[in-house]
């Protein structure tokens, strides 16, 4: 202050022919400086930090002396100061976060203070090594419970012994040798030390945060849907304060990119619209981008039995479509139509990108080859039915909503298949793959005979079963040797006889016969009984 006082009272004299111009020349007032630009120049470019109110000027202790917490460096160091609170310290401490959830104090969050304890604080030293506690200090003032920011972070030690313990940092028991916080009673897997701070999952929006201390509540698991224990450690959502899941489900490979976003900037989820509107009622889809498509409401099909989807491969009734506007087959459901271009799926720790063509693959989920629309990463290909099943899932056969929770294998409830893709109840025993997941609610049925595969007509009398629903031609189920005796035998010339059904078979090939047209393939018959 006394040198930009010094700077700012030194009287200026030039003489009559000198070229430089006085302060008081209009033309030179934007070139000035002012005793605070000068000052500004001397100690530097100011930062702006969360956890002061105040600027920091960037800045070298000689004495290694930091008023945050106790550490006293030797050789000195650089680091911040603020001349409004007269207060410099360690850059790793300005940069200290406004609040933490400390292990050594697991019911309540501690705020950092910036000026000591607060005045009600009856002790003012920290609560673990017991130093006097500096300008910077982590409170809690429901318990008057005070840390200073050196022993915020301590050194874990290995403790190499069989020890029954329950880790802090994801909340699962073990046996032996875990890492020992003997200051804080915190205790840790291995592996958990490396747990990342920060990340993105397949099954949340917004990134996650590590903590190793949840707090009460009824917390059930993003992944498993499981209860999370609020005493230990888990991952946590900053904008949705109801969502966590564990250390260890987050971090499964089929959930997690392995990616740690800590100091990452956020990205951008937003994708292009799939289409722009162009009057009422009439739209360009990004698939069918020469021709519009107009909204057919509660029509029934008008394009005939044989019409499909683009999308989904379905036919289209009466549901709501869009058809265009100058192509007969180009058709797709409302549904299909508002298809988002990108999104996340369970069943990949990547977005998928929805792709348009008539491609014929294998779907990953149901592996059944598929055409029609398909989302698409790395090697996964998944047709819209399975690619936009979301969680949780709500089956019409079923009145619990279904989750995909594990990685593994289970049994499906509708096919009694073994299949990894699958869909668990969290209130009952109920597991649905992915393959039945998408089977249509409802179905335009054709009837067909069981035995000739031909379609039935209504209008004539046939057969059916009442307990499996098939049906079958009247002279498919009996035949035209209907009236001749079993075990009858007579010789007639012909060749080989083909389609397998009872009536008749062929002594010397054991073939059958169905038809009068199919005795003249044959030589020597038996007429025998139909035994399946």
Not at 283 to 289: A, K, P, T
Not at 417 to 442: G, H, I, W
Not at 488 to 499: A, P, S, T, Y
Not at 506 to 521: A, E, H, I, M, T
Request: glycine fraction near 6%; hydrophobic fraction near 30%.
């Amino acid at each position: 202050m006394v040198l930009v006082e010094e700077l700012s009272d030194v009287p200026t004299s030039h003489g009559e022919d000198d070229d430089v111009s006085s302060y008081d020349d209009e033309d030179d007032d934007d070139n000035s400086l002012t005793p605070s630009m000068v000052f500004d120049q001397i100690m530097g470019p100011t930062v702006m930090l969360a956890s002061h109110e105040h600027p920091f000027y960037i800045h070298g202790s000689s004495n290694g002396h930091c008023d945050g917490c106790p550490e006293r460096r030797d050789n000195g160091f650089f680091g911040y100061r603020c001349l409004t609170c007269d207060l410099t310290v360690h850059k790793e401490c300005a940069e200290s976060l406004p609040e933490i959830n400390h292990p050594s104090h697991q019911t309540h969050p501690l705020t950092l203070f910036k000026h000591g304890p607060p005045l009600a604080a009856e002790d003012d030293k920290c609560r673990l090594c017991g130093e006097k506690l500096g300008k910077l200090v982590y409170h809690c003032s429901i318990c008057d419970f005070s840390i200073d920011l050196y022993c915020h972070e301590h050194i874990l030690i290995l403790m190499p012994r069989l020890i029954h313990f329950t880790c802090n940092a994801c909340g699962l028991e073990s046996d032996r040798s875990p890492y020992v916080c003997p200051q804080c009673d915190f205790m840790i897997h291995e592996d958990c030390i490396y747990l990342p701070c920060v990340i993105s999952i397949i099954r949340h929006r917004h990134r996650i945060s590590r903590t190793y201390y949840l707090g009460s509540g009824d917390w059930t698991c993003g992944v498993c849907r499981r209860r999370v224990d609020g005493r230990y450690g888990a991952y946590c959502c900053s904008i949705c304060p109801d969502y966590a899941v564990h250390s260890k489900c987050a971090t499964r490979s089929d959930v997690w990119d392995g990616r740690e976003l800590e100091d990452e900037p956020e990205e951008n989820d937003e994708c292009e619209e799939p289409f722009w509107v162009v009057s009422d009622g009439v739209i360009n889809h990004f698939s069918h981008r020469d021709h519009h498509l107009r909204l057919e409401d509660d029509l029934i099909n008008i394009h005939g039995d044989h019409t499909r989807c683009r999308a989904c491969v379905r036919p289209v009734y009466s549901n709501s479509f869009y058809s265009c506007m100058h192509c007969d087959d180009f058709v797709l459901h409302e549904t299909c139509a508002n298809l988002p271009r990108k999104q996340r799926h369970v069943l990949h720790n990547h977005q998928l990108t929805l792709y348009h063509d008539d491609s014929i693959v294998m779907e990953f989920a149901s592996t059944l080859l598929c055409s029609g629309f398909r989302y698409e990463c790395c090697s996964i290909k998944l047709d819209v039915r399975c690619g936009s099943i979301s969680k949780p899932f709500f089956y019409e056969c079923h009145p619990h909503p279904l989750f995909k929770t594990s990685i593994g294998s289970k049994i499906c409830v509708v096919c009694k298949q073994e299949s990894v893709y699958v869909l668990s109840c969290m209130d009952c025993y109920f597991v649905l793959d992915f393959k039945c997941a998408t089977l249509p609610n409802r179905i335009r049925y054709n009837y067909w005979c069981k035995i000739c595969k031909g379609e039935m007509d209504l209008n004539i009398m046939f057969y059916t079963c009442e307990s499996y629903g098939s049906t079958i031609h009247i002279h498919c189920v009996l035949g035209e040797f209907r009236y001749v005796k079993p075990q009858l035998q007579f010789e007639f010339n012909g060749k080989k006889m083909e389609r397998p059904f009872v009536a008749v078979r062929v002594d010397y090939d054991n073939g059958v016969v169905c038809s009068l047209s199919c005795l003249w393939k044959g030589d020597t018959f038996e007429f025998v009984r139909r035994i399946d």
